[in-house]
């Protein structure tokens, strides 16, 4: 994935979709010509968008009262596209993302035995939407204290199907995508506060411009990220492609400064994108500590922790709440 056509993928963070943009049209019953092969019973690919803070995460996990997303899913197609009642329909996802993680374009496969006569896309992504609706009775909670899938506002629904498409039988999110892309969002406020313990007269175009020369000199080619990961590594290797990595000053709707992180990989390691955050974050903060605003000795702090190939030079990963599951391409 090239690095300029990446960044379309990032502008629903700081241009709101609009609630007509993702309703299904007269057409989106519709088969894509030329990309579905004949087969018994139908494959569909769907983008979902989600705030984390509700779920325990994509994946299903037994005895957690709060609920996941892709439970949810399941609860709300499984009437519609299930043909074997003992036994649930399989729904399969780009990236599957912890507790607390958003998402404003997460890719999901699904599957069913029934005809196009039977079920389409535009059946899909209604089953999902009219379910989020019905649950939104001016109510945040159920009755027993676990959180409904939609915002206590009311209008902001928790889990939203943005589109749907038919795809080949052979179409996998997680093995199919060619790249992802992750933001990573900072109130600024308390991170100036954190580095005027530093510098009293620190600004926070300076520390973004510190982590911005650290991000930027790790995209573009092949690294072992290993350093910046957790957990068992069950591939084969932990090397990854950054083709974006960039720090930028945002400002919110509300008027609000904020920092934002964007990466757009071809592989991301568990826990890298927070670990990988935070870390740049804690380089920022003592080159502050040390006087030093050069982005040109920037660069090279946070490339010479990847290469150490040692964890113990990471810092712990960031909170999970900050980060948003963007998009991905297929081809």
Not at 163 to 181: G, I
Not at 277 to 300: G, H, S, Y
Not at 307 to 325: D, M
Request: proline share 4%.
């Amino acid at each position: 994935c090239e690095t300029d056509s990446n960044m379309d993928m990032f502008q629903p963070i700081y241009q709101p979709i609009k609630a007509s943009d993702s309703e299904a049209g007269p057409n989106a019953n519709a088969t894509n010509e030329g990309t579905v092969q004949k087969r018994r019973g139908q494959s569909f690919k769907l983008q979902v968008a989600y705030q984390g803070h509700a779920f325990c995460g994509w994946q299903i996990q037994p005895n957690n009262d709060i609920p996941s997303i892709q439970q949810t899913l399941i609860d709300c197609l499984d009437p519609l596209l299930n043909s074997d009642p003992n036994k649930p329909i399989d729904i399969r996802v780009c990236g599957r993302t912890d507790a607390g993680v958003s998402a404003l374009g997460q890719y999901c496969r699904v599957r069913t035995l029934r005809s196009e006569e039977e079920v389409g896309p535009a059946d899909i992504q209604k089953a999902i939407n009219d379910q989020v609706h019905l649950n939104s009775l001016d109510k945040s909670s159920d009755s027993d204290g676990s959180t409904s899938i939609v915002h206590e506002h009311a209008s902001i629904p928790l889990v939203w199907c943005t589109s749907v498409e038919r795809v080949t039988d052979k179409f996998h999110p997680t093995f199919d995508a060619k790249c992802r892309a992750y933001s990573y969002l900072i109130d600024a406020d308390p991170l100036l506060t954190a580095a005027k313990e530093f510098n009293k007269d620190v600004r926070i175009e300076d520390i973004v411009s510190l982590m911005d020369s650290m991000l930027q000199e790790i995209q573009g080619e092949e690294l072992d990220f290993f350093a910046l990961s957790y957990g068992k590594v069950k591939t084969e290797n932990t090397l990854c492609t950054l083709s974006r990595a960039r720090a930028y000053v945002l400002q919110t709707a509300d008027g609000q400064r904020a920092v934002g992180i964007e990466l757009v990989g071809n592989r991301f390691l568990r826990r890298m994108v927070r670990i990988l955050v935070a870390t740049t974050i804690r380089e920022a903060l003592i080159m502050l500590d040390q006087d030093l605003f050069d982005t040109a000795t920037a660069r090279a702090r946070l490339l010479a922790i990847v290469n150490t190939n040692n964890r113990t030079e990471s810092a712990k990963a960031a909170p999970s709440n900050g980060l948003i599951f963007v998009g991905a391409r297929f081809h």
